[in-house]
């Protein structure tokens, strides 16, 4: 549940265009046939409101929710564990805050995971960032080798089951999936997608996704 976001909904549930915001992204995923399976990492609390909200939607491949963890990582082990008896050659792990995801993004993801221990979406950087302590800024960091790192991000089953269960127990801290990955020495690969994939995380970015969302007729 996003504190910053604020509103009387949890973030997964926030009101987009008279949807709950993790409609966007399902609908997405069960377009796709070769998705198969999504469970959907929650906490405990909100799961039963989950599961009013979806209850007008049809759904092929949404198999329910699991608990989720205190923490993102946690949360994406908790939903990977839940997979561990069907065992899928691949897992795509998204965000539910990013309700702009495009098909054709998941389907560039898929084909550039080929050969790799991983591959998420991302975007070059375009604005100048600078490391800063405090109100200090310390100095300005080379863009040109940095990317926003989006999701979804892909990767073997077994070698993001592998390396969540290995960073959490020697207490590594990531901040996405593919950070676990590359911690475990994985070859991981980035590919262009949209920059209009953000992540909802300020009151302000419900109103640019709907607008987003209205000028691609796609409400």
């Not at 909904?9 to 399976?37: D, N, Q």
């Not at 906490?43 to 963890?69: C, H, I, M």
């Not at 207490?171 to 590919?191: E, I, L, N, P």
Request: overall charge negative.
């Amino acid at each position: 549940m996003g504190t910053r976001l604020g509103g009387a909904a949890p973030k997964p549930l926030t009101p987009i265009l008279g949807h709950p915001m993790i409609h966007y992204s399902l609908r997405v995923f069960e377009a796709i046939p070769e998705v198969s399976s999504i469970v959907v990492a929650i906490a405990e609390t909100v799961g039963p409101l989950l599961d009013r909200a979806l209850l007008p939607y049809p759904r092929r491949s949404y198999k329910g929710w699991v608990p989720g963890g205190p923490t993102r990582p946690e949360s994406a082990l908790a939903a990977l564990r839940a997979l561990e008896e069907e065992k899928p050659e691949v897992v795509l792990i998204h965000d539910a805050a990013r309700p702009l995801l495009a098909e054709e993004d998941v389907r560039a993801l898929l084909a550039a995971l080929r050969g790799h221990d991983g591959a998420f979406l991302g975007a070059p950087a375009v604005d100048t960032l600078w490391q800063v302590e405090g109100q200090r800024a310390e100095g300005a960091m080379d863009r040109s080798r940095l990317v926003r790192a989006y999701t979804p991000q892909a990767f073997p089953f077994a070698t993001v089951l592998e390396a969540y269960n290995r960073g959490l127990a020697t207490g590594f801290h990531g901040t996405d999936d593919a950070s676990f990955v590359r911690h475990c020495g994985g070859d991981v690969v980035w590919v262009r997608g949209y920059s209009w994939n953000i992540k909802v995380t300020y009151p302000e970015d419900v109103a640019l996704v709907e607008s987003i969302l209205e000028g691609k007729g796609c409400a």
